[in-house]
């Protein structure tokens, strides 16, 4: 017999035996079961294909001898026969060529895929059956359901009171606090609270229209203390010379001219959602994925807050 059969087989044995070993004697083993023993048959198997495949191989390596045409060409003394090219591979080699230039020019462009925009198509679908389902929510009912939003989304900053916890977030009880004003007044804002680009001067643009001059650190430290105080106690002078020809005299504010500082509304928390806001305190992130009603939702119910 061939040596390279004996080794097969020696081989073949070894490995039926090793696999004996390790599965056939353990706890629980073949021991008749179905799906071990075919597990078992189908290692024999491979394990019987595997070293016959290799060894026709082997054997191919021995004793195969090169036929055909030799191509002129030879490279370092290696030549290449001139087979024609099996016509299944051509056919396919064609079609992924064909294919491929199918794929960018019409395929890709004009049936565009991707998974982010079904999900936004998605998004998108939902939105509009929830705005129009809940559309006649009005009341404290749209209150409860803002106040659900606002404990899904707005607590992990602004607490479970609403109260900022500590100054990590804006204190919604109250529509501003003093170090926000003061800040305003340093610094100016332009966060689109109004929804419009409207920005607010800074303390170089503000002029006390009954002094004619510009605002003073005193006057700054008691009109901050009259806004935050929810618009009363002194300092109701310097608001009505410096501040009410934009904020209003009551300081709800003026459409297009500036926003309410007075007290929340939905309009004032919608912008806030739509362009996140950066003060005092730190940075609101942008909601934008909340959809109409649950902004409309959340905004009343932080007007409802202060309102209290
Ligand atoms: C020229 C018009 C104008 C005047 C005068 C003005 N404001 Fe404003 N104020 C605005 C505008 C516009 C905004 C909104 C800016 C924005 O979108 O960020 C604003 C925003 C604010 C805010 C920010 C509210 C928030 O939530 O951050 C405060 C506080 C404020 N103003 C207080 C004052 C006070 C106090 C005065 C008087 C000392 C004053 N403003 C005078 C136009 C004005
Ligand atoms: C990542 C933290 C964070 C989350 C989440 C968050 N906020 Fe804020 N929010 C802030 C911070 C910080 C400020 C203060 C910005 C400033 O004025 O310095 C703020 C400010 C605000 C203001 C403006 C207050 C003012 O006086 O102008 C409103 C309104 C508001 N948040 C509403 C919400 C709502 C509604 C949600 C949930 C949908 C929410 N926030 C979620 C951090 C957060």
Not at 78 to 104: D, H, Q, R, S
Not at 149 to 163: M, P, S, T, Y
Not at 227 to 247: D, I, L, P, Q, T
Request: some cysteine.
């Amino acid at each position: 017999m061939n040596k390279l059969y004996l080794w097969g087989i020696i081989i073949t044995i070894a490995m039926l035996g090793f696999t004996y070993l390790s599965v056939g004697t353990s706890k629980g083993g073949l021991n008749g079961d179905i799906v071990n023993m075919l597990a078992i048959a189908g290692a024999v198997a491979l394990v019987i294909i595997t070293v016959f495949v290799v060894i026709k191989y082997v054997r191919q390596m021995q004793t195969d001898t090169a036929d055909g045409e030799l191509a002129a060409e030879s490279w370092d003394d290696i030549g290449e026969y001139k087979n024609p090219v099996p016509f299944g591979w051509a056919v396919m080699f064609l079609g992924t060529i064909v294919w491929g230039m199918w794929y960018w020019v019409v395929g890709y462009p004009v049936n565009a895929y991707s998974q982010i925009g079904e999900y936004n198509e998605d998004v998108a679908k939902h939105d509009a059956k929830f705005n129009a389902q809940y559309a006649s929510i009005t009341g404290d009912r749209l209150v409860e359901m803002g106040e659900s939003v606002f404990l899904a989304e707005c607590k992990v900053c602004h607490g479970l009171a609403a109260d900022g916890i500590d100054g990590k977030a804006a204190n919604l009880n109250v529509r501003v606090e003093q170090k926000t004003v003061k800040y305003v007044i340093e610094h100016g804002s332009n966060n689109h609270l109004l929804g419009t680009e409207m920005p607010m001067p800074d303390r170089n643009g503000l002029f006390n229209m009954t002094t004619g001059a510009l605002i003073t650190d005193a006057e700054i430290e008691s009109v901050s203390k009259y806004v935050s105080n929810g618009m009363s106690g002194e300092g109701a002078e310097v608001f009505a010379g410096v501040c009410s020809s934009c904020h209003g005299a009551d300081g709800m504010g003026m459409e297009y001219v500036a926003p309410s500082i007075a007290a929340f509304n939905p309009t004032l928390v919608t912008n806030v959602l739509n362009h996140g806001k950066k003060g005092a305190i730190g940075t609101m992130p942008a909601f934008k994925r909340l959809n109409d009603k649950q902004k409309e939702a959340v905004g009343a119910y932080i007007t409802s807050l202060s309102a209290k």
